[in-house]
């Protein structure tokens, strides 16, 4: 039987609430076993985009990440909000080291395609270097990536967090029995926005299908949603949404459970 390793993703506006993340570190550092930690960024790199006169771009709720943005990005991603968590998982005596991708050659990407639109330096997951990662693991060290990777050519890449959480779950199921967990504010998939306790307790692809037709999943749902299949299809063995409450209780019900 291989060993348990839990890939949670923290992100949404916990990333941008000191409380609510340290809450959220806490309950991780007390989990048993292996884990890996991804975070995103909030709204950190924007207010800081705009103090240096630089306004940030969007599309779809997606940021274009110019030549100017993947410095400020790499800043705080890599650097402010990283280091930060990283140094909070050592107060909380879990021996946290901060990556981007581009550590060890951990994670790979390609940039972005200018078709059908230009992001600029974004990058979608191309390869995760499972047995260095892997390693680190086994040396005691709980790794913290940002969402930050590389070309293999020099070049950084602003990448979705999200995804790097899915990929690093698949690429370890080669060596671990993974399981994946999105956290952030919310206790799961919402059947009504307005309701934070509508949660939708299990979806499967089908019921996926129907929310999307229903209006009910959209905006940052919707690829979060794609990851959680991606993952699933690719052998993870389990992939749940919701919030701190999962962490502190697996058999919360407050809580999303992709099948």
């Given at each position: 039987m291989s060993d348990k390793l839990r890939i949670i993703k923290v992100g949404g506006n916990v990333i941008d609430d000191p409380a609510a993340l340290s809450e959220v570190l806490h309950s991780f550092s007390k989990m048993e076993g292996h884990k890996i930690l991804v975070h995103?960024?909030?709204?950190?790199?924007?207010?800081?985009?705009?103090?240096?006169?630089?306004?940030?771009?969007?599309?779809?709720?997606?940021?274009?990440?110019?030549?100017?943005?993947?410095?400020?990005?790499?800043?705080?991603?890599?650097?402010?909000?990283?280091?930060?968590?990283?140094?909070?998982?050592?107060?909380?005596?879990?021996?946290?080291?901060?990556?981007?991708?581009?550590?060890?050659?951990?994670?790979?990407?390609?940039?972005?395609?200018?078709?059908?639109?230009?992001?600029?330096?974004?990058?979608?997951?191309?390869?995760?270097?499972?047995?260095?990662?892997?390693?680190?693991?086994?040396?005691?060290?709980?790794?913290?990536?940002?969402?930050?990777?590389?070309?293999?050519?020099?070049?950084?890449?602003?990448?979705?967090?999200?995804?790097?959480?899915?990929?690093?779950?698949?690429?370890?199921?080669?060596?671990?029995?993974?399981?994946?967990?999105?956290?952030?504010e919310k206790q799961g998939v919402l059947a009504d926005l307005a309701d934070d306790n509508s949660v939708i307790e299990n979806i499967d692809s089908i019921k996926y299908e129907a929310l999307k037709n229903a209006n009910s999943i959209h905006d940052g749902m919707l690829p979060k949603m794609e990851n959680c299949f991606h993952a699933l299809k690719n052998k993870v063995s389990k992939v749940c949404i919701g919030n701190i409450n999962f962490l502190k209780d697996e058999t919360?019900?407050?809580?999303t459970l992709i099948l």
């Open positions: 995103g960024g909030g709204k950190k790199a924007s207010i800081f985009s705009r103090k240096l006169g630089i306004e940030p771009q969007m599309i779809n709720g997606r940021r274009i990440t110019s030549a100017e943005d993947i410095d400020i990005v790499t800043m705080i991603y890599a650097g402010l909000i990283n280091k930060n968590i990283v140094a909070q998982l050592q107060a909380f005596t879990c021996n946290a080291a901060g990556f981007t991708g581009a550590d060890g050659n951990s994670i790979l990407s390609i940039k972005r395609p200018v078709e059908p639109i230009d992001f600029g330096f974004v990058g979608d997951v191309k390869t995760v270097n499972h047995p260095v990662i892997s390693q680190w693991l086994q040396d005691g060290i709980c790794p913290v990536f940002c969402a930050i990777t590389h070309d293999g050519n020099g070049q950084l890449l602003n990448t979705n967090a999200d995804t790097i959480a899915s990929e690093l779950a698949i690429a370890l199921v080669k060596e671990y029995e993974t399981e994946l967990i999105y956290c952030f919360s019900v407050h809580s």
